[in-house]
Nanobody, 115 residues
């Protein structure tokens, strides 16, 4: 089983950057695909980015956000050119690579982008 803890959220002005981190514990980290999701107030949770053997991005963040992972069990989300509409709680998630859905979630970290 993998446990996830996010960090790195905060308040930033539009056009600024933040890097989110997701620390994973568990011996089977390499067997998991990792993703970032976000939920804005009054909206449903939405996919942001994922990394397994390759990376995928939501159209709304393509070219601005970059997902990466290292061998030390950390997944990152580098967010550049932030917009007020990026304001949300960001969640890290994990799933076994062959699984269809994410079933392990972090507690979330708040990102607020001011105009």
């Amino acid at each position: 089983q993998v446990l996830l803890v996010e960090s790195g959220g905060g308040l930033v002005q539009a056009g600024g950057s933040l890097r989110l981190s997701c620390a994973a514990s568990g011996r089977s980290f390499r067997s998991y695909g990792m993703g970032w999701f976000r939920q804005a107030p009054g909206k449903e949770r939405e996919f942001v980015a994922a990394i397994s053997g390759s990376t995928t991005y939501a159209d709304s963040v393509k070219g601005r956000f970059t997902i990466s992972r290292d061998n030390a069990k950390t997944v990152y989300l580098q967010m550049n050119s932030l917009k007020p509409e990026d304001t949300a709680v960001y969640y890290c998630a994990a799933k076994l690579i062959a699984a269809a859905e994410y079933d392990v979630w972090g507690q979330g970290t708040q990102v607020t982008v001011s105009s």
